[in-house]
């Protein structure tokens, strides 16, 4: 079974995700306390992102045998599902990166990661039956404009977006946006806020007691939002 999200691939630079996650890197990569990120050469943005199991021959077959077709890699198995890179590999257990800066204002880890999709049923039949992910929750918001699936991913959500307005189409889905968790959200942002990038104010976000601000520049084109307030799962 898939027990977390191990990795995120992101075009860009490493030292900019320094700078935003207050951590020093090591081998080219970063790790917080429950997702790691690799780096390459290419469009900037989120890439690819890669689930870990116990068992990676067990695992590859089960999708296998759910129509998902596999192709082994140096590091695992490769997949895809309607326009989004997967990967699958044995979890590795690292640490987190050491912290550049305060604990409070530093990034503990991945609240969530956002994937766009223009026909939420085909998600759920996706990460749902063919992946095995827990359904938490799926909610439509009118003042939202969108159709919201949560996906409980280890200790993190694989939030699914469906924008109301665009309606039901056959198009592919895409890797969108980051929400890091961090333990003080005014800190964290009087850190961003001083290296240089355009934060704004906290504000009171979605979930009762948290608060959230959007990092505008210095993630090398990934929509992103710090939160505060919440625990783990």
């Known amino acids: 079974m898939i027990t977390a999200l191990d990795h995120l691939v992101i075009g860009g630079s490493v030292a900019a995700y320094e700078t935003l996650l207050g951590r020093r890197a090591s081998d080219g990569g970063l790790r917080t306390g429950n997702v790691g990120l690799r780096f390459e050469d290419g469009p900037a943005g ?7 199991t116990t068992d990676l021959d067990k695992e590859a077959n ?13 590091d695992g198995v490769a997949f895809s599902g309607h326009g989004v890179a997967f990967g699958l590999s044995v979890g590795t257990g690292e640490a987190a990166s050491p912290l550049a800066s305060e604990d409070a204002a530093a990034v503990v880890g991945l609240d969530h990661v956002v994937v766009r999709t223009p026909n939420p049923e085909r998600a759920i039949a996706f990460y749902a039956g063919r992946l095995g992910l827990d359904l938490r929750l799926d909610r439509s918001n009118p003042q939202w404009g969108a159709r919201l699936l949560f996906f409980r991913c280890g200790d993190l959500v694989v939030e699914i977006a469906h924008d109301l307005k665009k309606g039901i189409s056959d198009g592919p889905d895409h890797l969108w946006g980051l929400s890091w968790r961090v333990p003080d959200i005014a ?3 009087a ?4 290296a240089g990038l355009d934060v704004s104010e906290p504000r009171d976000g979605r979930r009762p007691g948290s608060q959230v601000c959007t990092v505008k520049n210095g993630t090398e084109g990934v929509p992103t939002i710090l939160i505060g307030g919440v625990g783990r799962w």
Do not use: N
Request: aromatic share 4%.
């Open 46 to 52: 989120l890439h690819s992102m890669t689930f870990a």
């Open 191 to 194: 850190r961003l806020k001083t």
């Open 62 to 74: 089960l999708l296998e045998r759910r129509a998902v077709k596999t192709k082994r890699t140096d």
């Open 187 to 189: 800190a964290a942002a």
